[in-house]
C-alpha cells in the first residue's frame, strides 16, 4: 500500500509541476487563442490532480483533512477579484467567506477596504486554488491592460475594468466545473471497465472449474 501512495504522490508532483509551466506560459503570451488552451490544459490536469488526492484520502483519510486558509485579495480592483477567488473555490468544492476591514493606512493615508477571503474545506482542494489563483490573477492583470475606456482614470474606465474581471471570472469557472465533471466521469468509466474486467475473470474461472 505505502508503494501505491507514493507513486500517486509522484504522478501528482508531475501534473502539479506542469500545471504551474503550463499557467506561467499563459500569463507570458499576448494570444488570447493560446493563453485559453494553456489554462484548459492546466484546468484538466489540476482535476486529474484531485482525482489522484481523492484516491489517495480514500486509503487514508489523514491524508487529506478538512481545513481552512485565510487569502488577503490586493488592490486594485480587490472587491472584483474576490470574484474570480470565489469562483476558483467553487469549482473545486471550496467555501468561501468574503470579509472587509477598513483600514486608514491605505490610500495614503485616506484609508480603503482591506478584503480577505477564508476558505473551508479539504486540503488538497486548498492546494489546487493556491496554485491556479495567483497565476490567473496574473493574467488578468495583464489584460486589464488593453481594456479602454472613456477616460485613462474615469469611471467608464474602472466600470470596463471590473467587466473584464467578471467575465474572465465566469469562464474560469465554466472551465474548471466542465474539467472537474470529465475527470470525474473519466475516473468512474476506468473503475467500471476495472470491475467488469474482474467480473469476466471470475465468470471465466468459474467456468474452467466446473
Same mark, same amino acid.
Given at each position: 500500500?505505502?508503494?501505491?501512495?507514493?507513486?500517486? !504522490? @509522484?504522478?501528482?508532483?508531475?501534473?502539479?509541476?506542469?500545471?504551474?509551466k503550463?499557467?506561467?506560459? #499563459?500569463?507570458? $503570451?499576448?494570444? $488570447?487563442?493560446?493563453? &485559453?488552451?494553456?489554462?484548459?490544459?492546466?484546468?484538466?490536469?489540476?482535476a486529474?490532480?484531485?482525482?489522484?488526492?481523492?484516491?489517495?484520502?480514500?486509503q487514508?483519510?489523514?491524508?487529506?483533512?478538512? $481545513?481552512?486558509?485565510?487569502?488577503? +485579495?490586493e488592490? /486594485?480592483?480587490?472587491? @472584483?477579484?474576490?470574484?474570480?477567488?470565489?469562483?476558483?473555490?467553487?469549482?473545486?468544492?471550496?467555501k468561501?467567506?468574503?470579509?472587509? !476591514?477598513?483600514?486608514?493606512?491605505q490610500?495614503? %493615508?485616506?484609508?480603503?477596504?482591506?478584503?480577505?477571503? !477564508?476558505?473551508?474545506?479539504?486540503?488538497? @482542494?486548498?492546494?489546487?486554488?493556491?496554485? +491556479?489563483? /495567483?497565476?490567473l490573477?496574473?493574467?488578468?492583470?495583464?489584460?486589464?491592460?488593453?481594456?479602454?475606456g472613456?477616460?485613462?482614470? %474615469? /469611471?467608464?474606465?474602472?466600470?470596463?475594468? !471590473?467587466?473584464y474581471?467578471?467575465?474572465?471570472?465566469g469562464?474560469?469557472?465554466?472551465?474548471?466545473?466542465r474539467?472537474e465533471k &470529465?475527470?470525474?466521469? #473519466?475516473?468512474?468509466?476506468?473503475?467500471? #471497465?476495472?470491475? &467488469?474486467?474482474?467480473?469476466?475473470a471470475r465468470?471465466? @474461472?468459474?467456468?474452467?472449474?466446473?
Amino acid at each position: 500500500m505505502t508503494e501505491i501512495i507514493e507513486d500517486v !504522490r @509522484d504522478k501528482s508532483a508531475s501534473k502539479i509541476d506542469l500545471v504551474r509551466k503550463l499557467l506561467a506560459k #499563459a500569463e507570458s $503570451t499576448d494570444s $488570447t487563442a493560446e493563453r &485559453d488552451a494553456l489554462n484548459e490544459r492546466a484546468s484538466q490536469l489540476v482535476a486529474a490532480y484531485g482525482i489522484d488526492e481523492a484516491m489517495l484520502a480514500s486509503q487514508d483519510e489523514s491524508l487529506d483533512k478538512i $481545513t481552512d486558509v485565510s487569502v488577503l +485579495l490586493e488592490r /486594485p480592483f480587490a472587491v @472584483d477579484f474576490r470574484g474570480l477567488l470565489g469562483n476558483i473555490a467553487q469549482a473545486l468544492h471550496l467555501k468561501v467567506v468574503v470579509s472587509k !476591514r477598513w483600514n486608514r493606512d491605505q490610500n495614503n %493615508g485616506y484609508g480603503g477596504w482591506d478584503v480577505t477571503a !477564508r476558505l473551508f474545506g479539504y486540503e488538497s @482542494d486548498i492546494r489546487r486554488v493556491q496554485l +491556479l489563483y /495567483p497565476h490567473l490573477r496574473n493574467q488578468v492583470l495583464a489584460g486589464l491592460a488593453n481594456v479602454d475606456g472613456e477616460a485613462e482614470y %474615469g /469611471p467608464g474606465q474602472a466600470a470596463n475594468k !471590473r467587466a473584464y474581471i467578471a467575465g474572465f471570472a465566469g469562464a474560469i469557472y465554466l472551465r474548471l466545473n466542465r474539467a472537474e465533471k &470529465d475527470a470525474k466521469a #473519466a475516473e468512474k468509466a476506468r473503475e467500471d #471497465a476495472l470491475r &467488469d474486467q474482474t467480473l469476466l475473470a471470475r465468470v471465466s @474461472d468459474d467456468h474452467g472449474a466446473e
